[in-house]
């Protein structure tokens, strides 16, 4: 039973956050917000909205191991299962050098911040601001680039003067009105959301105590690949299309989202406790992922190549065995 | 021998579908659609907007494919060829299938290189093509 609460709860998560990001731009259309604007917080914050929720509300309800386990794990699985798995089906993930070096730094950077106040003990206020910081800076430095590709492609256009079919890699620009339904839909996501997450929590901690499992195994695990799900759909699905930059886009955006979001805004409202475990284990091991996957880019000619996803994969299975079996 | 001739390609092989295609070509007037076919299927929970962007590059990306093939099969050396650039939403076999029959082609060419591992994990257009095509089939075998 509370293996189907789980599962509907998850579905319900990811469902709730798609329709609230989904009317949300639609409203900041009508409000007259930059498409650019709205097309990067979009796509940086619509698949990390249920790591975001699930962390959140695990805080408030006093399971802080759910919390920062649903995100230390889903940044682990993130790189090491989702791009392992992409990488092995696809067979190839290109990248493209600047966007590489801008949001790979950028998620070490991120892991490092944590790191560094996980040294500290508990993340408190002064670790949240830092991280809500360097986030407005990413998001800034995204909006910056898409900018700068935005004007690239319009000069080209021109230039050319191709207009067979509509182009370009943003939202339509038509602009709508806000009506009672757009409104409605975001109210019906947001709490669709809380619902969600409030429930995949609750189901999480009682099937942890049910089955003798820490409830940070269960946030490491369960929730961090559960509530990865759209990471794993859209990494994957663009990966076999070729459209390799959305692809680990996704991944590192994903990541710097959870770590800076997840565990900042958790932090402002209450001081987050640090897992020995996850200060000497959990969070180095994410950074030595990030660092890996780096190197077998690399190592491929700046492409993740299918060996170098099996390697991803094969790390994410031996950090599960020793993570469940050897340090529970 | 051929006077309508579909050249499907999803941006691969490109070079050497070029070159298979411009080989058969004799001096009599033939009329090439140069097909790209934008493959809209997404999984289950993907999230909307991702789609809608994923969708946008795609039809940028058969954009510049169309157009590179239209710079090679509109030169003046290949004045018997009356070039014409398709875009479509779709599957892809179904797309290049209902094509071929609807503009009622002679000849429909495609490459096909992927290796065993590959086409058991990603599937193979060309495989699906091969069994229903209305129309002889030219598959561009590339390393």
Same mark, same amino acid.
């Given at each position: 039973?509370?293996?189907?609460?789980?599962?509907?709860?998850?579905?319900?998560?990811?469902?709730?956050?798609?329709?609230?990001? $989904?009317?949300?731009?639609?409203?900041?259309?009508?409000?007259?917000?930059?498409?650019?604007?709205?097309?990067?917080?979009?796509?940086?914050?619509?698949?990390?909205?249920?790591?975001?929720?699930?962390?959140?509300?695990?805080?408030?309800?006093?399971?802080?191991?759910?919390?920062?386990?649903?995100?230390?794990?889903?940044?682990?699985?993130?790189?090491?299962?989702?791009?392992?798995? %992409?990488?092995?089906?696809?067979?190839?993930?290109?990248?493209?050098?600047?966007?590489?070096?801008? $949001?790979?730094?950028?998620?070490?950077?991120?892991?490092?911040?944590?790191?560094?106040?996980?040294?500290?003990? $508990?993340?408190?206020?002064?670790?949240?601001?830092?991280?809500?910081?360097?986030?407005?800076?990413?998001?800034?430095?995204?909006?910056?680039?898409?900018?700068?590709?935005?004007?690239?492609?319009?000069?080209?256009?021109?230039? $050319?003067?191709?207009?067979?079919?509509?182009?370009?890699?943003?939202?339509?620009?038509?602009?709508?009105?806000?009506?009672?339904?757009?409104?409605?839909?975001?109210?019906?996501?947001?709490?669709?959301?809380?619902?969600?997450?409030?429930?995949?929590?609750?189901?999480?901690?009682?099937?942890?105590?049910?089955?003798?499992?820490?409830?940070?195994?269960?946030?490491?695990?369960?929730?961090?690949?559960?509530?990865?799900?759209?990471?794993?759909?859209?990494?994957? %699905?663009?990966?076999?299309?070729?459209?390799?930059?959305?692809?680990?886009?996704?991944?590192?955006?994903?990541?710097?989202?959870?770590?800076?979001?997840?565990?900042?805004?958790?932090?402002?409202?209450?001081?987050?406790?640090?897992?020995?475990?996850?200060?000497?284990?959990?969070?180095?091991?994410?950074?030595?992922?990030?660092?890996?996957?780096?190197?077998?880019?690399?190592?491929?000619?700046?492409?993740?190549?299918?060996?170098?996803?099996?390697?991803?994969?094969?790390?994410?299975?031996?950090?599960?065995?020793?993570?469940?079996?050897?340090?529970? | 021998?051929?006077?309508?001739?579909?050249?499907?390609?999803?941006?691969?092989?490109?070079?050497?579908?070029?070159?298979?295609?411009?080989?058969?070509?004799?001096?009599?007037?033939?009329?090439?659609?140069?097909?790209?076919?934008?493959?809209?299927?997404?999984?289950?929970?993907?999230?909307?907007?991702?789609?809608?962007?994923?969708?946008?590059?795609?039809?940028?990306?058969?954009?510049?494919?169309?157009?590179?093939?239209?710079?090679?099969?509109?030169?003046?050396?290949?004045?018997?060829?009356?070039?014409?650039?398709?875009?479509?939403?779709?599957?892809?076999?179904?797309?290049?299938?209902?094509?071929?029959?609807?503009?009622?082609?002679?000849?429909?060419?495609?490459?096909?290189?992927?290796?065993?591992?590959?086409?058991?994990?990603?599937?193979?257009?060309?495989?699906?093509?091969?069994?229903?095509?209305?129309?002889?089939?030219?598959?561009?075998?590339?390393?």
């Amino acid at each position: 039973m509370l293996i189907i609460a789980l599962v509907i709860s998850l579905i319900i998560v990811v469902k709730s956050a798609d329709v609230f990001v $989904d009317n949300l731009v639609d409203i900041g259309a009508a409000l007259g917000i930059s498409q650019i604007i709205l097309g990067v917080t979009a796509s940086a914050i619509g698949t990390s909205l249920p790591e975001f929720g699930s962390a959140l509300i695990a805080t408030l309800s006093g399971s802080v191991d759910i919390g920062v386990g649903t995100v230390i794990g889903s940044n682990i699985w993130n790189i090491a299962g989702i791009l392992g798995i %992409s990488a092995t089906v696809a067979g190839v993930i290109r990248t493209n050098k600047e966007g590489l070096n801008r $949001d790979w730094l950028m998620t070490l950077i991120t892991g490092l911040i944590l790191l560094f106040f996980m040294f500290f003990g $508990d993340i408190n206020w002064v670790a949240s601001i830092v991280m809500v910081i360097a986030y407005s800076i990413y998001l800034w430095l995204l909006i910056k680039s898409e900018r700068g590709k935005n004007q690239e492609d319009a000069v080209k256009d021109e230039k $050319d003067n191709k207009d067979d079919y509509p182009s370009g890699v943003q939202f339509k620009q038509d602009k709508k009105s806000i009506n009672k339904k757009t409104i409605g839909f975001v109210i019906v996501g947001l709490l669709g959301l809380i619902v969600g997450c409030r429930l995949l929590v609750f189901s999480a901690v009682e099937l942890a105590s049910i089955a003798g499992i820490p409830e940070m195994i269960m946030g490491l695990f369960t929730l961090a690949i559960g509530t990865s799900i759209p990471e794993l759909v859209v990494t994957l %699905s663009s990966a076999m299309k070729g459209l390799h930059d959305l692809s680990i886009g996704t991944v590192l955006g994903s990541n710097t989202f959870n770590i800076l979001i997840g565990i900042g805004i958790p932090a402002l409202i209450m001081q987050v406790p640090v897992e020995p475990l996850s200060l000497s284990f959990d969070a180095p091991v994410m950074i030595l992922t990030t660092i890996l996957l780096m190197v077998l880019i690399r190592m491929g000619k700046m492409k993740l190549n299918r060996i170098g996803g099996i390697i991803l994969i094969a790390t994410y299975v031996s950090y599960a065995i020793f993570r469940i079996f050897i340090f529970p | 021998m051929y006077e309508k001739i579909l050249v499907a390609t999803m941006g691969e092989y490109m070079d050497d579908i070029i070159e298979h295609t411009l080989n058969i070509l004799t001096d009599n007037p033939v009329e090439i659609i140069g097909l790209y076919v934008v493959e809209t299927s997404v999984p289950f929970l993907t999230p909307k907007k991702v789609k809608e962007m994923m969708v946008a590059e795609l039809r940028s990306k058969g954009e510049e494919i169309l157009d590179s093939l239209a710079q090679e099969f509109q030169s003046p050396t290949h004045y018997m060829v009356n070039f014409r650039k398709v875009l479509l939403e779709g599957s892809p076999a179904d797309e290049i299938v209902n094509l071929a029959e609807n503009e009622k082609v002679d000849l429909i060419i495609l490459g096909t290189g992927k290796n065993i591992v590959d086409k058991k994990l990603l599937g193979s257009v060309s495989e699906k093509v091969v069994h229903s095509a209305p129309c002889t089939i030219l598959l561009v075998r590339t390393s």
